[in-house]
């Protein structure tokens, strides 16, 4: 029997009062809840736009200022951390971005049921869980059956978007793309960072500690 796919490892952090509140009253206007019913992406945002899908967008920084600078597009974040969730909605609330909408659940299930084939534009997998232990490594969200998955719900020439600051993980990543025959490899390798993906503070720490990130741009056949 093969063993099911899991985006995900439940660490529920601590929730501040601003998160507990924003999900309480935030998560009804900017969420979309999960169901086993597919999407009508343009009706949910009102309009024809690129839909772009962020799959683990952690707090969320990253994922509201791509939004607020690509007001052209639309894009849907997923995650399932709470105190990650209740950041990210306090962001749409301050910024008032009208692109961006957020579903709370396991990011497999929600390729499975709610995003209909050839439905988005982009795909972007920011800094996913690398699990060190080589023993964990079974656990890493990129693998060979989700990208298969993934490539269903791009349109031709739509991209996926993989970033990560463990050079073993983008080995990895690197060699399942690769293998994956629906994708292409923009660059040789490695991708230079694109411009709309901003630096993370960690990042930032990292790089002038000398850490690596290594970025991986496939697009479409």
């Known amino acids: 029997m093969q063993q099911t796919i899991r985006s995900f490892v439940l660490r529920q952090g601590r929730l501040s009062n601003a998160q507990r509140r924003a999900c309480e009253l935030l998560l009804p206007k900017y969420g979309i809840p999960f169901s086993e ?3 009508d992406l343009n009706q949910i945002f009102g309009r024809q736009a690129p839909k772009i899908l ?11 200022t791509i939004a607020q ?5 639309d894009y849907l974040g997923v995650e399932v951390h709470t105190p990650g969730v209740g950041s990210l909605l306090n962001q749409i609330e301050q910024f008032e971005l009208t692109n961006l909408r957020i579903i709370q659940h396991d990011a497999v ?3 499975q049921h709610m995003l209909p084939p ?7 997998i920011f800094f996913p869980d ?4 080589a023993k964990h490594h079974k656990r890493r969200l990129i693998q060979p059956a989700l990208v298969a998955r993934l490539c269903t719900h791009l349109k031709p020439g739509g991209y996926i978007h993989a970033a990560t600051d463990w050079e073993d993980y983008a080995v990895q990543i690197l060699h399942v793309l690769n293998q994956e ?7 040789n390798n490695y991708a230079p960072r694109p ?12 790089l002038k500690l000398g850490h690596g990130v290594w970025d991986l741009v496939f697009q479409r056949n």
């Open 54 to 64: 962020e799959i683990g967008f952690g707090m969320g920084e990253s994922t509201a």
């Open 181 to 187: 025959p629906q994708l292409s490899n923009t660059t």
């Open 109 to 111: 299930e929600v390729l």
């Open 195 to 206: 411009n709309y993906r901003p630096l993370t503070k960690f990042e930032q720490r990292g």
């Open 118 to 124: 050839a439905c988005l534009d982009g795909i972007h």
């Open 130 to 133: 690398p699990w060190p232990k």
């Open 37 to 39: 019913d597919q999407l």
């Open 69 to 73: 600078a690509h007001p052209e597009n």
